[in-house]
């Protein structure tokens, strides 16, 4: 899903600026404009723009969404941010203020309380943050500009270590997004800024476009950022309809999913024999990391529990399906959390986040969350051999029965653990296991 980025310095009240964006909006397939400046804070009707739907803000910051999708959940915290709900993905979408820099630290200040305010969630922070991340990101003339203070920088920095984000248009060569001649010398500066969570970046896209400010096509004086994510966002209900296709047919509404319907329970096999994996467990790693009681989370049927506790282990099981039969247990503090082949069903990473989350707080400090998972080329294959539809970061397996494969190498494995308080174990045993990809973790200690 793409999503454009641009200030657009009040001009889209302008029929020729508003037509060339829309020509480029068509062009690259855009499907959410976010507008800083979008045009004169006393306009207070915003301008159409063909082909989306106005769904917040004003001359300050403004959001667009395709008229084909649902229009996401918009707020406004304060005048120079917007928050965006966008499925999974929560956008703070920005123009921090252009005069002062005792200012824009306030507000990075303001951004880091947003940001954590529900921890691990995917974000991104984007829009015209009118400073310079780094000096040479900012020139005056053959000189660095003097335009943005050690202050802000601080601040940008602590926003971005505390959130996990990462200045995903920092090259080593800056690619200055704004020029203007000022007191006759050009000043120059890469301003505009898309702050990604840092396990999203493998698989998100970021562009500079910088043709939006040239030419006879150009329809402002900054670059555009063009951010590819890997999201799919819900089609817009007709208004032409009057009744449900269910209402026509006779059919039970539940037994036809929507899109957001996930049933990842669907993929659990019925199993007489334990996992390979679980069989890895105790062969390679329950003896090395002194292992004495497991918790399987998300244990399907069980049939793996019933093989750690024949292993002599302290075994329990959940499964937040009811119908398994393993409801959430009391027990806390095990030495061992095994995740199989949960993440993978998942369908993003938010809930990827939440489930690692809940397996670690039932790991004791110290202990350790091995998570296995389906490869990326295992994926990749049965995709390709089923022919299953795109949805996210991965696939439908089977939409009619609502379920969602990923393929999840180890280094996403870390890193969407790190987001749950886990860090890799150092010195774990590693495990061979065809097809499959895993990572051992560690709880760390108080």
Not at 39 to 66: C, E, I, M, N, Q
Not at 163 to 172: F, Q, S
Not at 401 to 417: C, H, S, V, W
Request: net charge negative; glycine share 8%; with cysteine.
């Amino acid at each position: 899903m793409l999503l454009a980025s641009v200030n657009l310095n009040k001009r889209l009240g302008a029929s020729g600026a508003r037509s060339n964006l829309a020509a480029w909006l068509r062009e690259h397939g855009a499907k959410i404009v976010l507008a800083q400046e979008p045009f004169k804070p006393a306009d207070r009707t915003p301008p159409a723009l063909g082909g989306f739907t106005f769904v917040g803000g004003d001359g300050h910051l403004a959001a667009w969404v395709s008229e084909d999708l649902a229009p996401p959940t918009v707020s406004t915290p304060a005048p120079w941010v917007q928050r965006i709900e966008l499925e999974w993905l929560l956008v703070l979408h920005v123009h921090l203020d252009a005069y002062g820099g005792a200012s824009r630290a306030a507000q990075l200040a303001e951004l880091v309380t947003m940001a954590t305010a529900e921890p691990g969630c995917p974000l991104l922070v984007c829009g015209d943050f009118n400073l310079a991340p780094r000096p040479a990101d900012g020139r005056f003339g053959e000189e660095t500009s003097a335009f943005t203070t050690e202050a802000e920088r601080q601040a940008l920095q602590q926003l971005m270590q505390v959130a996990g984000l990462v200045d995903t248009t920092a090259d080593d060569v800056p690619v200055f997004t704004f020029e203007r001649i000022f007191n006759g010398k050009p000043s120059r500066f890469r301003c505009d800024l898309a702050l990604l969570s840092d396990h999203l970046t493998a698989t998100t896209t970021v562009t500079v476009d910088p043709s939006v400010r040239s030419g006879s096509a150009a329809f402002t004086d900054h670059s555009a950022l063009l951010i590819d994510l890997p999201l799919t966002l819900q089609a817009a209900e007709p208004d032409d309809v009057l009744f449900a296709m269910s209402e026509l047919t006779g059919a039970d509404p539940a037994s036809t999913p929507t899109r957001r319907e996930y049933q990842p329970h669907k993929t659990a096999m019925s199993r007489q024999a334990p996992s390979p994996a679980s069989r890895a467990v105790t062969e390679h790693l329950t003896g090395p990391l002194d292992v004495r009681s497991v918790l399987d989370h998300g244990c399907g049927r069980g049939a793996d529990v019933a093989h750690y506790r024949s292993a002599g282990l302290n075994a329990e099981g959940f499964d937040p399906h009811d119908d398994f039969g393993w409801p959430r247990p009391q027990q806390t503090g095990f030495d061992l959390v095994t995740s199989m082949f949960v993440l993978n069903v998942l369908p993003d990473p938010w809930q990827r986040i939440q489930a690692l989350t809940d397996a670690a707080s039932f790991a004791r400090p110290g202990g350790h969350v091995v998570v296995v998972t389906r490869s990326p080329e295992e994926i990749t294959k049965a995709a390709a051999d089923g022919g299953w539809t795109n949805h996210h970061d991965g696939f439908w397996s089977s939409q009619s029965k609502g379920t969602f494969q990923r393929g999840i190498d180890p280094g996403e494995i870390t890193a969407l653990a790190r987001r749950a308080g886990l860090v890799p174990a150092a010195g774990a045993p590693v495990l061979t296991l065809p097809g499959v990809c895993h990572a051992v973790l560690t709880k760390p200690e108080a």
